[in-house]
């Protein structure tokens, strides 16, 4: 029985801008933190054993990376001392002037480019076949030019591309399970999207997605796989685990704030959500939704709380409060409900008179308060989003 045990990751875009939030400090911090994701990655790879690491494209931005992040890259992969498979992707492509033709690469790495797409490790009877980027967008592959599995190895296909997403106007190599299997490999290492996938219709697909997360669309698990294989028999086996390598959390928060009726309110809701959350760690958007009469300076509730935070920021889309007496009037169905929950209202407040000290009555008129905004938004805009977080 032959055994091999290797890393799985994609897109770490090295030296990524990060112009959606701005330069100097937070760009800084944001592109080391990338480095030390990458750190992790090498470092399970030592911890484990593997006995190689495939980079499945994107491992820089073509025009942001500097001279000392590729001196730094090859320290770094010279220590691990195993094979280091790479394959350009659409950020890094493999173009005349790219870093993987005119750097002078450590001797444990072999780039798979389009001229030279397959190599053979018979020391650990593998065979991979790269498919990468030649240029920053590209059609649908020619699958035919893939050569057939080589008996008697573990057969392993990268590729940097979109695999059974219709992205008809995104020319970003798409392919689909069915084609990948009709190639006989025994594991297809895709990259290219940054959120993880291990679901795919072909069972031998996996997508690490990106090892740190790089905006607020990319929340969530940000990792790589370490996978095993075993071939006996000419029978092939994977186990794949998947292991964080993260070093900040995006989180991205709406937060219904209609019932507040203080801006003291408000902060203990937002207080709520940030609950179990690292400051250290997590960068922190937060909307603020539903109806209310206060006036929220976004600035100084945002001043209030980012002091321990690496990164925090609210925005607020909240609109104005219905006018109830103007619907109370109105002979529509939301004047009918207005008034059917007021007069319901009114008999509490009636029964408080005579009971102040009710608190079970005061919580039945907040709930019925409530019902009334709810209600109304459902009747205004057709739909009711109800957010408890």
């Known amino acids: 029985m032959k055994t091999l045990k290797f890393v799985h990751c994609a897109d770490l875009h090295l030296d990524a801008p990060f112009?959606?939030?701005?330069?100097?400090?937070?760009?800084?911090?944001?592109?080391k933190d990338i480095r030390e994701a990458?750190?992790?990655?090498?470092?399970?790879?030592?911890?484990?054993?593997?006995?190689?690491?495939?980079?499945?494209?994107?491992?820089y931005e073509h025009y942001t990376v500097g001279k000392s992040t590729l001196d730094w890259l090859y320290m770094v992969i010279s220590q691990v001392e195993v094979p280091v498979l790479i394959i350009p992707g659409n950020h890094d492509p493999y173009l005349i002037n790219s870093w993987y033709r005119n750097w002078e690469w450590p001797k444990n790495v072999k780039i798979l480019s389009p001229d030279n797409p397959s190599h053979i490790i018979e020391d650990l009877?593998?065979?991979?076949?790269?498919?990468?980027?030649?240029?920053?967008?590209?059609?649908?592959?020619?699958?035919?030019?893939?050569?057939?599995?080589?008996?008697?190895?573990?057969?392993?296909?990268m590729i940097h591309g979109t695999l059974d997403m219709d992205f008809t106007n995104q020319a970003y190599k798409p392919v689909t399970s069915k084609e990948l299997e009709e190639l006989g490999y025994d594991y297809y290492a895709m990259g290219h999207f940054h959120r993880m996938r291990d679901d795919y219709p072909l069972k031998k697909a996996f997508n690490p997605g990106s090892p740190e997360p790089l905006g607020f669309d990319e929340q969530g698990f940000h990792?790589?796989?370490?996978?095993?294989?075993?071939?006996?028999?000419?029978?092939?086996?994977?186990?794949?685990?998947?292991?964080?390598?993260?070093?900040?959390?995006?989180?991205?928060?709406n937060l219904d704030i209609t019932g507040c009726k203080t801006i003291e309110e408000v902060k203990m809701r937002i207080l709520g959500l940030l609950e179990g959350l690292r400051p250290d760690r997590d960068l922190m958007r937060i909307t603020l939704t539903g109806r209310t009469d206060l006036s929220l300076e976004t600035d100084i509730l945002t001043e209030f709380f980012s002091e321990d935070w690496f990164y925090f920021q609210i925005y607020n889309e909240t609109q104005k409060n219905f006018d109830i007496e103007e619907i109370e009037k109105d002979p529509s169905l939301k004047g009918a409900f207005v008034r059917e929950i007021k007069s319901r209202i009114d008999?509490?407040?009636?029964?408080?008179?005579?009971?102040p000290e009710n608190m079970e009555l005061e919580k039945e008129k907040e709930r019925l308060l409530l019902a009334m905004n709810f209600g109304l938004e459902a009747l205004h805009s057709g739909r009711i989003e109800w957010q408890n977080e």
């Open 19 to 31: 112009k959606e939030i701005g330069t100097g400090t937070y760009a800084d911090t944001r592109r």
């Open 38 to 59: 990458f750190s992790n990655i090498l470092d399970r790879v030592k911890a484990e054993k593997a006995q190689m690491l495939l980079i499945c494209g994107d491992l």
């Open 125 to 157: 009877c593998v065979n991979v076949f790269g498919m990468g980027f030649s240029s920053f967008r590209e059609d649908k592959p020619d699958l035919s030019i893939v050569p057939p599995p080589v008996k008697d190895h573990f057969n392993i296909m």
């Open 223 to 253: 990792g790589a796989f370490i996978v095993d294989m075993t071939l006996e028999q000419g029978k092939t086996s994977i186990k794949v685990e998947r292991f964080d390598t993260s070093v900040r959390t995006y989180h991205d928060k």
């Open 347 to 355: 008999s509490i407040e009636e029964e408080l008179k005579k009971d």
